[in-house]
């Protein structure tokens, strides 16, 4: 039996040099599909007037466990990537072996679980909803309370997370993957030495991580088109949505959809809103009166991107709303005066201003809202399992 399992290790480490159209890695338990070419995930495919978020690239250094910006420099490599996907899918990455990164991120809803709160380490319940994956590297900020400024900081938090993956310790989890045979190859292929490090293990996640974008859905043929190809109905909602009544560009904004939290925008270190602080994409939308979580602070959450969000019910931090129609019903009536409430949903005295849509209208904005699904991201291979147990 050792002698076979010997074999298929060996045969697995020769098909990675192979050119044949299929690479495939075999041991006892796991086998994994590869292309014998990595796809090319360098060539980054973002929506129109889009640009990376400016502390997206960058290198780092680990320091108690934690990415710690150094410098900027833009790393995704095809290779470096590749290994990020079989890491992304890999349940080795928990303590117990039982959850992965796509265990509460599956492609086909937008990289969000479909699940008010997701299943972690040892059966444990999340306490928040899982954050769809949308251009990510379009975004400043990361997590619901926007915690992490960056991919690379966002990386390696899930698998140390006790609730979530369970592995506290980096040094085990570079221990199990420098006793799993076929990431040697990979790290060689991806970094030029097979030398596993928790510094190597973040960077093939945030390149991965990075990679994953979405340019593809009906909203970017318009943007070629004058928006030709919408419905009268979509149209409607486009323009409501960009309206001043509405008012939903003005925290997702631009043809991403997403906060706008650079360092002169509304949400980030400028304009009205933040008063003179850094909102880090987050605000405060009258969810609640008294907040049982507080996200980053006076009930600011993220304001999420919007792209896929026709996959990735149910929505807000909590995950209380199941349909699109449920939330636009909150923002148009059920909007809680709460103290710290984003100015655009008051009277300017505090007082809450609802925009009172009438049902034309809301269902406009559902239509509108659909337009934003990419369903070509949703089943492209390049960011598919890898395992094929």
């Not at 809103?273 to 605000?283: H, I, N, V, W």
């Not at 505090?350 to 209208?361: A, D, F, R, T, Y």
């Amino acid at each position: 039996m050792k002698k076979l399992l010997f074999i298929i290790i060996l045969t697995g480490f020769a098909l990675l040099s192979c050119n044949d159209k299929t690479l495939v890695t075999t041991v006892e338990e796991d086998k994994i599909s590869l292309p014998a070419e990595p796809y090319a995930y360098d060539q980054l495919d973002l929506p129109k007037e889009t640009q990376p978020a400016f502390t997206n690239f960058i290198d780092f250094e680990i320091i108690n466990g934690v990415p710690v910006n150094t410098q900027f420099k833009s790393d995704i490599t095809p290779w470096g990537a590749t290994l990020g996907r079989v890491l992304f899918y890999d349940k080795k990455l928990s303590l117990n072996n039982t959850i992965s990164c796509a265990s509460c991120h599956h492609q086909d809803k937008g990289f969000a679980d479909g699940q008010q709160f997701s299943t972690g380490f040892e059966g444990r319940i999340t306490t928040r909803n899982s954050m769809a994956i949308i251009n990510p590297i379009l975004q400043n900020n990361l997590f619901w309370d926007s915690r992490s400024k960056t991919i690379h900081d966002l990386s390696l938090q899930p698998i140390q997370n006790h609730i979530e993956m369970g592995m506290e310790n980096l040094d085990r989890l570079v221990t199990k993957i420098n006793e799993t045979d076929y990431y040697k190859p990979l790290f060689l292929k991806a970094f030029g030495s097979d030398k596993v490090s928790p510094e190597n293990i973040s960077k093939a996640l945030s390149q991965f991580v990075a990679s994953i974008t979405t340019s593809r859905s009906k909203f970017d043929v318009g943007l070629n088109n004058n928006f030709s190809n919408y419905s009268e109905l979509e149209n409607m909602g486009r323009q409501l949505f960009n309206s001043d009544k509405a008012k939903c560009a003005s925290c997702h904004g631009g043809n991403n959809m997403s906060a706008q939290d650079g360092p002169n925008d509304p949400y980030g270190g400028g304009g009205s809103f933040s008063l003179g602080q850094d909102l880090r994409g987050a605000t405060n939308i009258g969810l609640d009166i008294d907040y049982k979580d507080n996200g980053l602070g006076n009930g600011n959450f993220k304001i999420p991107g919007l792209r896929n969000i026709e996959l990735t019910a149910p929505y807000m931090h909590d995950g209380r709303f199941k349909t699109l129609e449920e939330v636009i019903n909150h923002y148009s009536e059920g909007v809680k005066p709460h103290k710290n409430l984003d100015v655009k949903f008051t009277d300017g005295k505090g007082n809450v201003k609802p925009l009172h849509l009438n049902s034309i209208e809301k269902k406009a904005l559902v239509a509108f809202l659909k337009t934003l699904t990419d369903h070509e991201m949703a089943k492209n291979p390049k960011w598919s399992n890898p395992f094929r147990n």
